[in-house]
């Protein structure tokens, strides 16, 4: 009986980018700032602002003071509304909810994306407190619409234009003009393409006689990149495979990893594995053909249990011939002993 084996990654678009910042407010006495914000140009870092210095670091090196000063007034006015929102919530849950012992982690991530015709998309934000969601707004400005999934309380008018106003004419504005301009400096990182290289690897499994495979893409970049695993060209559970996630390299690319174990009754039937892939720096699909375990693989893994059986083997024979030797040995001290001539 036949099977193939599949392993596929589609290609997603990464022609959209987003800015995002990652925000933290304590309630609380801890040795961490009050307020912290780190924002992220698609996965790279490009600036940081807390509540210790009240100023933006960012990694550009541009000595303008008007570029500086642009920055500054910028990520006070989203930075400084965010603070005093999350400190007046912290104050409410304190006077009305008897949130007093211990540390609240107030948190929210929020941003902007840029469609892949230079149209903004959308803004959106989550709020969390001491892990918990407990707010989501989507801020669509194409059709003008504002829309919340969740809502730590209920809004009246008053919140809802003051929220609508700002997300239209303030926070969706600065931050299309901070990506933007970010982009274009982080081109370098960000709009870069790396090709993904991909192999194939099995590893004997000496407790079960079975058989790992694993198909192993890394060195790609951008991130975005996803591995399907199928069977006869039929999708494999979740349940039978193992790895998936996106793991970072040490030089700025991204690898990953899928595998998949194959029982010894399996390994008695003739496989075809292949891993196929596709991704934004290939312009056709790439496949790897492993080949077939009941030649190749098979052979090798009886190759391998033979080898362990004669080193058993050997072993215990290695054993018998010294038990043999110390008693032959024993057997002729007794008998010299009982002949001796100091004996009579």
Same mark, same amino acid.
């Given at each position: 009986?036949?099977?193939?084996?599949?392993?596929?990654?589609?290609?997603?678009?990464?022609?959209?980018?987003?800015?995002?910042?990652?925000?933290?407010?304590?309630?609380?006495?801890?040795?961490?700032p009050?307020?912290?914000?780190?924002?992220?140009?698609? *996965?790279?870092?490009?600036?940081?602002?807390?509540?210790?210095?009240?100023?933006?670091?960012?990694?550009?090196?541009?000595?303008?003071?008007?570029?500086?000063?642009?920055?500054?007034?910028?990520?006070?006015?989203?930075?400084?509304?965010?603070?005093?929102?999350?400190?007046?919530?912290?104050?409410?849950?304190?006077?009305?909810?008897?949130?007093?012992?211990?540390?609240?982690?107030?948190?929210?991530?929020?941003?902007?994306?840029?469609?892949?015709?230079?149209?903004?998309?959308?803004?959106?934000?989550?709020?969390?407190?001491?892990?918990?969601?407990?707010?989501?707004?989507?801020?669509?400005?194409?059709?003008?619409k504002?829309?919340?999934?969740?809502?730590?309380?209920?809004?009246?008018?008053?919140?809802?234009?003051?929220?609508?106003?700002?997300?239209?004419?303030?926070?969706?504005?600065?931050?299309?003009?901070?990506?933007?301009?970010?982009?274009?400096?982080?081109?370098?990182?960000?709009?870069?393409?790396?090709?993904?290289?991909?192999?194939?690897?099995?590893?004997?499994?000496?407790?079960?006689?079975?058989?790992?495979?694993?198909?192993?893409?890394?060195?790609?970049?951008p991130?975005?990149?996803?591995?399907?695993?199928?069977?006869?060209g039929?999708l494999?559970? *979740?349940?039978?495979?193992?790895?998936?996630?996106?793991?970072?390299?040490?030089?700025?690319?991204?690898?990953?990893?899928?595998?998949?174990?194959?029982?010894?009754?399996e390994?008695?039937?003739?496989?075809?594995?292949?891993?196929?892939?596709?991704?934004?720096?290939?312009?056709?699909k790439? *496949?790897?053909?492993?080949?077939?375990?009941?030649?190749?693989?098979?052979?090798?893994?009886?190759?391998?249990?033979?080898?362990?059986?004669?080193?058993?083997?050997?072993?215990?024979?290695?054993?018998?011939?010294?038990?043999?030797?110390?008693?032959?040995?024993?057997?002729?001290?007794?008998?010299?002993?009982?002949?001796?001539?100091?004996?009579?």
């Open positions: 009986m036949s099977h193939m084996y599949t392993l596929y990654i589609p290609c997603v678009s990464t022609d959209v980018h987003s800015l995002m910042a990652f925000v933290t407010y304590i309630a609380g006495q801890t040795p961490f009050e307020f912290s914000a780190v924002l992220m140009l698609d *996965d790279v870092q490009i600036g940081y602002y807390d509540s210790v210095t009240w100023k933006p670091f960012y990694r550009t090196n541009s000595t303008d003071l008007q570029f500086h000063e642009e920055e500054q007034k910028d990520a006070d006015i989203v930075f400084r509304d965010m603070y005093n929102i999350f400190k007046d919530r912290a104050f409410y849950l304190k006077e009305q909810q008897n949130h007093t012992d211990g540390v609240q982690v107030h948190q929210r991530i929020a941003g902007c994306e840029l469609l892949n015709d230079d149209k903004p998309g959308l803004l959106q934000r989550w709020d969390a407190l001491d892990g918990q969601n407990i707010e989501e707004l989507i801020f669509d400005i194409e059709n003008n504002t829309q919340t999934k969740m809502t730590w309380r209920p809004w009246d008018q008053h919140k809802w234009i003051r929220v609508k106003y700002m997300y239209e004419n303030v926070y969706h504005p600065l931050c299309m003009k901070v990506l933007r301009r970010y982009l274009y400096m982080e081109k370098n990182n960000v709009l870069r393409k790396v090709k993904p290289r991909v192999r194939f690897m099995n590893k004997t499994l000496t407790d079960s006689q079975g058989l790992q495979i694993s198909c192993l893409a890394t060195g790609f970049y991130r975005h990149i996803n591995l399907i695993l199928f069977r006869n039929q494999v559970d *979740d349940d039978q495979i193992t790895g998936g996630e996106i793991l970072p390299n040490g030089d700025g690319t991204y690898q990953m990893r899928k595998s998949l174990v194959i029982s010894e009754e390994l008695c039937e003739e496989h075809k594995y292949n891993c196929t892939m596709k991704h934004l720096n290939l312009e056709n790439l *496949d790897i053909t492993y080949g077939s375990f009941s030649q190749s693989v098979v052979f090798s893994v009886l190759v391998f249990m033979c080898v362990a059986v004669l080193i058993i083997i050997c072993y215990f024979v290695s054993i018998m011939v010294l038990l043999s030797y110390f008693y032959s040995g024993q057997g002729t001290g007794t008998s010299q002993s009982k002949y001796s001539p100091y004996s009579m």
